[in-house]
């Protein structure tokens, strides 16, 4: 077939511009707006959208139309979009631009969904955006064949629906699934663990009831005992709601039929699905595509049962207690926006999700309250006089009865003072009176940040009655001031939400009373309790009276009273003494909690000396929540190797602390007191230790701590390995280094070390000489602004023989990597032969991570051999290429360093549904010279929004030449909603001095935990030809 191709260089085109303005309030804008579109042949300059078919341009939620004369362009690949800044309310938030070039009839997106406001974002009101390869379509209705580099059409209905994959649908696909995403982003707080729901079906009218013979139906009233359902487990967006009147029973999907199953068979765990609409689908976990199905009448169906009109499957979800009295809520006006008290007294709608936009709950009475701003106390929402403000006292101005919406939890807001008038919003967002209207300028959706409590004082407490309340229960009650709750929370949201309790105790809902009975033995050193629940933990709690000389005497049980706040379920206590007084050992037998307010009880036996010279000479110890007679985690007896080093000087008389950190909190911090050696921590010695603690899971990091009197006493470390009974896996924790260290003149006594992930000889190391493969490792920092870094920094060295690393330099929070500093570090590079390459980067921790790497220097200190490696280079994810890494190669006495080789990488996405994923992407590439480390695909070159389904990204990464490339390890790290990937395959381009290389390496399978066999790594070997992808990558599935 030969395609015929007009000529268009020098015709004059009329293109057609539709910019669409986003939903958000305020987003429109009256500020002159220009564009300037670019092509293959030049661009048009900078021009003013000024006429549109609108009256009005640039309206909130509008898509305007205007027309651009010029000569033709040839393909269109970017354009340039921005405002002048004039006007009042100038900024403008613009969702996308399609341009119609009619010589070609193709259509061109280009995305955007930012704003351009000097106040928002990143205060940018200029963009730069550009055409993806999959939104570039054919306008007429025509299907679109696709080969490399050429379009040609054919009439679309002669082929089967299911053939068409034209980039119109693509694009208009993306905008939904980000829409998605950002609403299970602003819905997903209501499947907290623990929260109380309701699931409200729009075609049958009713709510889901769960009814105790197990069977299902979707016309409950409001109020129906068994159309309420407790959140009990919760990860991510896949749930099991129980219900609340039968707590055996949850709701299933057993063979695509919806039914009530004992709760925790695999058959209850519903995958939580947000529409844009804010309407959920509930779709079986186990069997994805199986989903909850009622027909008109509430009777529970499948697809195939009726036609589609006479089925539903989305659910609104309603949380119950939202406006309970004293909550703390957030009213939103949008997605990312919410109900806002300005400086001035006005209200506005146009303000952010964060603590200032915070409202107190009163409750007045059934369906009414008031809002009192938690940022500003004594301020409270009001309507009066022709205004919507935030200057109310807390008079009836202020008081609103609560309507709530069934087709979308909305809810609105009502004055009773003046019935009819709600408060509501105008287009930029200002807060107003207004007449309800069913539009969305009088809906709000609720969000709890704090869950309230029923109101204590009677139906008609006013503000100063429950002030004068809780002052009277402040005089009655002290709070111990060392008992602190660390939130899981957002830090400015625990900060707001600590502020907002500490004007108002909630005894009834935080107060636990602690009991302590003591055996034979009794002890009057100080107590101290932490407690450790699945949202946080609180403590040192100090257990402490007046008369400490009478607490914990022989046979006598103490009571203590403490607050425990942010812990979610508790799962474990630690209970111990500092060793101090004269009686410092104590025999203790049981720790008994209970919940003041539900009278619920927690029984710890305990049965332990706490002792340094009784039993495995701990002062500490740790007792799992016991249920059914079985602890919920059980008590491992951790096998602790601490390896000190074989340098001169090397040991040490000083206590050294060690705390172990895993996925499920920490050990806290244990003396390694009971060794099996007769003395600790000498030259070239193993000392073997037991840390008691219930099962942290999978172990991410230990803490050693080592506070030495004088340098006589520090202490190297060569590293810590850590062993679990009753397995054959270990833990390896490399140090490698001195403890204490100085940087600048300040002596740093713990760091921090982190789980070895790589090693390519595992091999144990042979007893060495003193100070044989010592290095002295020099890391130079710029002298540029802010050049410092407040991460960890880790080091690998390459040798011909293996890798020694990650080698733990040391964390910026430590004083370490400061500008225009040098530090110095000594590590072991014994048995690596000949070292042709290094690696370092950082972890991108801390409040300012970005580093201004000038130059390594590795000098062996036997040899005086040295290599000076320049880098000069700033690592940090938002300059250059956003790699955390730098290799530099490393020239040896007989032969010229390795090139450095700019690696391609080609990520195709699958084109299944639900292939995209929102995680954070690692890959390793592993050749016949070593391996690139496991990097981030940070910075797509080609696409704004990365792994999309059916999508290329197209990524780079600099490695030291890795010879023939022989396989890739992929894999990401399951963050955000809808995390699975299905990965089609990879093509890893390079070009060297002598040669270019082209690897593919096939994949074709999902990596999620929730399909295929669970696994969100793979390893993939390389294939003998990539050819058989065409620009296209037709070829995956």
Known sequence: ?????????????????????????????????????????????????????????????????????????????????????????????????????PTTNYEYAFFCHRWLDQGEDDCKIVRELYARDNSIFSASRYHVYTFPGKLFYDDWRKHDTSEINCPLFIFSGQKLELKRKETWTAESWKFTKGNTLQFYNKLTGGFVRLHPDGTVDAIGEKTDKYGVFDVIFNKRNICIFQSHEMRHLSLALDNGIVTGMVSGEATTELR??????????????????????????????????????????EFVIFVKGVFLNSAVVLLATSLCQALCLQPDGSCTGVGSQSEKSYWKVHKISSGICMFESVKNAQMYLRIKDGRCDGTGTGDVDCHFKIKKNLKNASISLESTKSPGLFVGLQSDGQAKPMIYTKDENVCFYPQVIQFGRENPMGMSATPSQEEEKIHESKKQKKIPPESEARSPLPSSTAKEIRHFQSSETLLSEDEWKVLVLTGNTGTQANVTLWVYGDKGVTGPISLRKDSSEQLFLPGHEDEFQVE???TGNIYKIRIGHDGTSEQPEWNL???????????????????????????????????????????????????????????????????????????????????????????????????????AAVSLGKLQKVLLRCEASDKSQYWYCEQVIVREPGTTSESIFTCQRWLPFMSQGIIHSEIELYLQEMQINHQPKIQEEANDGDWKVTIVTGDLENAGTTATVFLYVYGETKCSGPIILGSGKHQLFNPNTADIFKINLKDIGEIYKIRIGHDNTGKNPRWYLEEVRLENIATYELFCLPVDSWIAENENDGDLWKEIPIMGPKKAPLPVVLYEIRIYTGTMTGAETESNVFINLIGTRGDSGKRRLHQSKNNEIKFQRGQVDIFSIKAVSLGKLKKVLISHDGTGPGNGWFLGSIVVKSEDEDSSEEVLFLCNRWLDEYQDDGKTQRELLAESSPSAVGETGSTIS
Not at 287 to 313: C, E, M, W
């Open 564 to 566: 425990i706040r942010n």
């Open 589 to 691: 037998q049981r720790v008994t909690m209970q919940h003041m307010k539900s009278k619920k009880i927690l029984d710890f036996a305990a049965n332990v000396w706490l002792s340094r010279i009784q039993a495995d000479g701990d002062v500490v110890c740790e007792l799992p929540v016991v249920k059914g007679g079985q602890a919920i985690f059980p008590l491992v007896r951790y096998q602790v190797d601490v390896y000190t080093g074989q340098l001169k000087h090397a040991e040490t008389e000083s206590e050294v602390f060690l705390c172990l950190f895993g996925e499920r909190g920490d050990s806290g911090l244990r003396q390694l007191y009971k060794s099996n050696m007769q003395v600790k921590f000498q030259r070239g010695q193993i000392d073997k230790f037991q840390v």
């Open 272 to 313: 939580v699905l947000y529409q844009p609409n804010r309407c959920a689908l509930l779709e079986s976990a186990l069997v994805p595509g199986h989903t909850v199905v009622f027909d008109r009448h509430g009777k529970i169906a499948d697809a195939s049962s009726a036609g589609y009109a006479n089925l539903s499957k």
């Open 1 to 101: 077939m030969i395609l015929t191709t007009l000529d268009t260089s020098y015709e004059l085109t009329i293109y057609e511009v539709n910019v669409a303005t986003g939903e958000l309030w305020n987003a429109g804008t009256v500020a002159n707006v220009y564009i300037s579109i670019h092509g293959e042949k030049g661009d048009t300059g900078s021009r003013q959208l000024f006429r549109s078919k609108s009256s009005f341009n640039f309206l909130r939620g509008q898509t305007d139309t205007f027309f651009l004369e010029a000569v033709h362009l040839g393909d269109l690949c970017k354009i340039v979009i921005g405002h002048d800044g004039l006007g009042p309310g100038n900024g403008w938030f613009l969702d996308d631009v399609v341009i119609k070039d």
